[in-house]
């Protein structure tokens, strides 16, 4: 038998390690391979602490901006922080992890409001979801329009700040960012990809930066009121 | 051999016999082999896969500009993984070059997942390439940081990622985080990408 398997003249080649070889070689690109879908993302640029220094001294006006405000729905004015820490309590208690459902949405000083559903936003791609994203698309579109200065290019407007509640999902603040985007984008011209010379450009949109770095109840009631009383 | 009495045409469709037709299964197998290789990208992904990016509309395909570099931080929602356990919410994992790090910053004042960020950057800093910034005068690292947060983590997860970025917070052994002194060149990066998902589908 050895000298059958030795003989390469031999009709009968030894295919097992040559499939054995094979069968490795797939069973480890089956193993190893993900089909990954393309991902997209968005662009920011982040102001740093030696951002733009002011050339010369001017005038002292006060900081202009606009504000998106971002808060669980369904909360009643209060006075004061301790009717936030009171409607806080019940919400947070149910669990640490406790996701809020459901949040609002309001521009600056308008009255007009907006609740955005996380059960919508969780779903799988499809027309409830693109409907969802429209909505809020349009109602930010709507509500930034009284904030236009007239006669101010893109980047000469106020710039927009995205204030939301530091417990809520993140994707609220996301889709806030988004919907400015897109307002900018179409006023502006400027299409994406959004390159860092290109943001520079364009309107200033930025995160809040944290307000509270302990999260307790008092703490996050306090941050609350701020948030709903913001103008 | 044994049985001896069948003629020879028997002997081909018998199973027990010697020679197996190897060549349809050998085909098969290098076709296979063929459409893995080519089709699957052996990604060295800094990106875990289960989590569930927010759905945004003005968003575009990544692309990475020549001579920039792109780092990964992703943060845990209220995700299972596909091996079914599901890791705390706020969970910030940064993975590069076949290594992977995990830190919590779930829970009341712990920092600690962005104090580790943080040190971690620091050496993404010191080796990135950096260009002058025009207008404030300061290096920056041609690096462009990707938040692949989970649409339900916390904002304040990602408020202070971008702290921790923007290198304006430090830790205090008391207080936990606080801003900056101003003193010394911060090691920060500006350019920041979020990874979302179209809402109506691939296309």
């Not at chain 2, 028997?10 to 197998?29: A, T």
């Not at chain 2, 690292?141 to 304006?168: F, G, H, K, N, W």
Request: proline share 8%; aromatic share 8%; glycine share 8%.
């Amino acid at each position: 038998m050895a000298s059958m398997n030795d003989d390469p003249g031999d009709g009968n080649l030894d295919l097992v390690p040559m499939i054995d070889c094979i069968m490795l070689l797939l069973l480890f690109f089956m193993m190893t391979t993900k089909f990954t879908p393309e991902e997209k993302s968005i662009a920011n640029i982040l102001p740093t602490d030696k951002g733009l220094v002011a050339t010369q001294p001017s005038k002292v006006t006060p900081p202009q901006q606009v504000n998106i405000l971002i808060y669980p729905a369904g909360f009643q004015r209060g006075f004061g922080e301790r009717d936030y820490v009171n409607q806080l309590g019940a919400l947070i208690k149910q669990s640490p992890n406790a996701i809020i459902q459901e949040a609002e949405i309001r521009v600056g000083n308008r009255p007009e409001t907006l609740k955005i559903d996380v059960k919508i936003l969780r779903q799988t791609p499809g027309p409830t979801l693109t409907k969802h994203v429209a909505e809020i698309h349009q109602f930010i579109s709507q509500q930034l329009g009284p904030y236009e200065k007239g006669g101010a290019d893109r980047k000469g407007q106020d710039p927009i700040v995205i204030q939301c509640f530091s417990s809520l999902s993140w994707q609220f603040a996301l889709i806030a960012y988004d919907a400015v985007r897109s307002y900018e984008g179409g006023l502006s011209g400027i299409k994406p990809p959004f390159t860092p010379e290109k943001l520079l450009n364009m309107r200033e949109v930025t995160f809040s930066p944290p307000r509270i770095r302990n999260y307790s109840e008092k703490e996050l009631g306090g941050e609350l009121f701020e948030i709903l009383h913001s103008k | 051999m044994s049985g001896g009495g069948g003629g020879g045409r028997k002997k081909k469709i018998l199973p027990s016999e010697d020679h197996l037709d190897l060549v349809p299964l050998i085909d098969c197998v290098f076709l296979l082999l063929l459409f893995f290789m080519l089709c699957g990208r052996l990604s060295n992904d800094q990106r875990t896969e289960q989590i569930t990016v927010p759905p945004t509309k003005t968003a575009t395909k990544l692309n990475t500009e020549k001579d920039w570099s792109r780092v990964i931080i992703n943060v845990f929602g209220n995700t299972k993984t596909t091996s079914g356990n599901t890791p705390p919410r706020n969970t910030i994992r940064l993975m590069a070059g076949g290594w992977s790090k995990e830190w919590r910053s779930e829970g009341v004042n712990n920092f600690t997942g962005y104090i580790k960020l943080r040190e971690e950057m620091n050496t993404v800093w010191d080796k990135a390439k950096k260009y002058k910034d025009p207008k404030s005068g300061m290096d920056l690292p041609q690096v462009v940081c990707e938040i692949r947060a989970d649409a339900d983590t916390e904002y304040r997860v990602v408020q202070e990622i971008q702290m921790v970025l923007t290198d304006s917070v430090m830790v205090d052994p008391a207080e936990g985080l606080k801003p900056r002194a101003p003193t010394g060149a911060p090691k920060a990066f500006v350019y920041i990408d979020y990874t979302t998902r179209a809402p109506q589908g691939p296309g």
